[in-house]
C-alpha cells in the first residue's frame, strides 16, 4: 500500500505594508510590494496524508468534515496543482487546525494556505526550494507566500523575471518588537479580503495609493534596517490608514472596523502622545488592532488594550519563523 503523510506548521502574519489589490486575480499577482513580519504565536498546522484508498479528496477543519463551499474547493484545487507538478493521481486526506480565531484581521488564510502547501509538496514528492514553494502558496492564498520565509519579509509583486513570491529581509531576532494583538469579535467578517480586493479598483485613491507605494516600502525598509522604531512605526500606522481608506471609499464602501477598533486607535495615540507608551497601529481586513511595540513595553501595553471596552483576548507576538515541516502529526 501507497501511504504518506506529512505535517506542516506556518504562522499567521502581520503586514507592516499591505496587499491590496491585485494586477492578475487568478493568480495572485499584487499590484504593489508589501512587507510583513512573521508573527510567532498564531499558527496553522496541517497534515496531508496520500493514500490508493482514499476515493476523492477529504478535508477537515479543527476535526470537523468540511465537505462543501468555496473553502473545500480552494484547497482541493492546492492538491490538484500538487498532483499535476509531480503527476501524481492520488487523492489525499487533509487536517487543518489554527490556534486563532478564523477571520476577524489574523491572516488565518496566509498561516492556513502555507502549511496546507509545505504538506502537500512534501507528501506527494515535489521538490520545491523555498522560493518555489512561496510562489507556489501565494497561488493558493496571497499572504500565504510571505509565510514560508523567516522573520521580516518582503513580497515582491514581480522580481524583474516576472515571478512573484516573498524573501526574507531580517531573521526573527533582527530586532526585539512585538505584535500586541487585541481581537475584538470572534465572528467571521462580512466582506472577505477577496470581495476588498476586487473593490478596491473603485476607490477614487486607489491609482494615488499605488503612485506613492514604491517609495513608502523603501522608506520602511530603511527604518527596519536602521531600527528606527519611532519613524518605522509612522510609516506603518500611516500605511494602515491609507489601505483602510481605500476601503472607505470603495463601491460599495468596506468598513472593517468595529467600535472598539476606534476606540483602541484613539488609546494607541494618546498613550503615545502622554509619554506613557509608545506603540503604533496595524489593521489589516478586519476590526483587530494590532499594536506594534517594543518588546519591553509589551507586558503594560497588553494590559492597556485588554482593559478596553469589547476587546475579548490580547496576545503578545515576537517575530517568528517561517513555514516548517514537523514531525507530530493531527492523524
Ligand atoms: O490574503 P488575503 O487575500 O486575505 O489579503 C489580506 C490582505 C491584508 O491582510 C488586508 C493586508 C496584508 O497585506 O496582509
Not at 318 to 323: A, E, F, I, R
Amino acid at each position: 500500500m501507497n501511504q504518506h503523510k506529512a505535517t506542516a506548521r506556518a504562522p499567521a502574519n502581520i503586514a507592516f505594508i499591505k496587499y491590496w489589490g491585485k494586477t492578475d486575480s487568478w493568480t495572485r499577482v499584487p499590484a504593489n510590494n508589501s512587507v510583513s513580519m512573521c508573527l510567532s504565536e498564531f499558527h496553522t498546522l496541517c497534515t496531508v496524508e496520500i493514500s490508493e484508498q482514499f476515493a476523492e479528496d477529504m478535508v477537515s477543519f479543527r476535526g470537523e468534515a468540511v465537505v462543501a463551499g468555496g473553502e473545500l474547493e480552494r484547497i482541493t484545487q492546492v492538491l490538484a496543482r500538487v498532483r499535476k507538478l509531480t503527476g501524481q493521481s492520488l487523492f489525499a486526506r487533509v487536517a487543518t487546525r489554527n490556534n486563532f480565531p478564523k477571520a476577524t484581521g489574523i491572516a488565518s488564510s496566509a498561516s492556513g494556505f502555507a502549511a496546507l502547501s509545505a504538506a502537500a509538496v512534501e507528501v506527494y514528492g515535489a521538490k520545491l526550494n523555498q522560493r518555489e514553494l512561496s510562489v507556489f502558496a501565494r497561488q493558493a492564498s496571497g499572504t500565504a507566500c510571505r509565510s514560508v520565509p523567516d522573520g521580516f519579509v518582503e513580497w515582491l509583486s514581480d522580481d524583474g523575471a516576472g515571478e512573484s513570491y516573498a524573501v526574507s529581509v531580517h531573521s526573527p531576532d533582527w530586532w526585539n518588537i512585538c505584535d500586541v494583538v487585541a481581537i475584538v469579535t470572534k465572528k467571521m467578517k462580512k466582506v472577505s479580503s477577496t470581495e476588498g480586493h476586487a473593490l478596491a479598483q473603485t476607490s477614487p485613491f486607489y491609482q494615488a495609493r499605488l503612485l506613492g507605494m514604491p517609495a513608502k516600502v523603501m522608506a520602511l525598509k530603511q527604518a527596519l534596517a536602521q531600527k528606527d522604531f519611532s519613524h518605522f512605526g509612522a510609516l506603518l500606522e500611516a500605511e494602515a490608514l491609507n489601505m483602510h481608506a481605500i476601503c472607505l471609499t470603495s463601491t460599495p464602501a468596506v468598513v472593517y472596523w468595529e467600535a472598539p477598533t476606534m476606540s483602541m486607535i484613539r488609546s494607541i495615540v494618546e498613550w503615545r502622545e502622554r509619554g506613557a507608551v509608545e506603540s503604533y497601529f496595524t489593521i489589516d481586513a478586519g476590526p483587530t488592532v494590532h499594536a506594534i511595540c517594543r518588546a519591553e513595553d509589551s507586558g503594560e501595553l497588553a494590559q492597556r488594550l485588554a482593559a478596553i471596552a469589547g476587546v475579548r483576548e490580547v496576545v503578545v507576538n515576537k517575530p517568528g519563523l517561517g513555514v516548517r515541516l514537523v514531525d507530530r502529526h493531527l492523524f
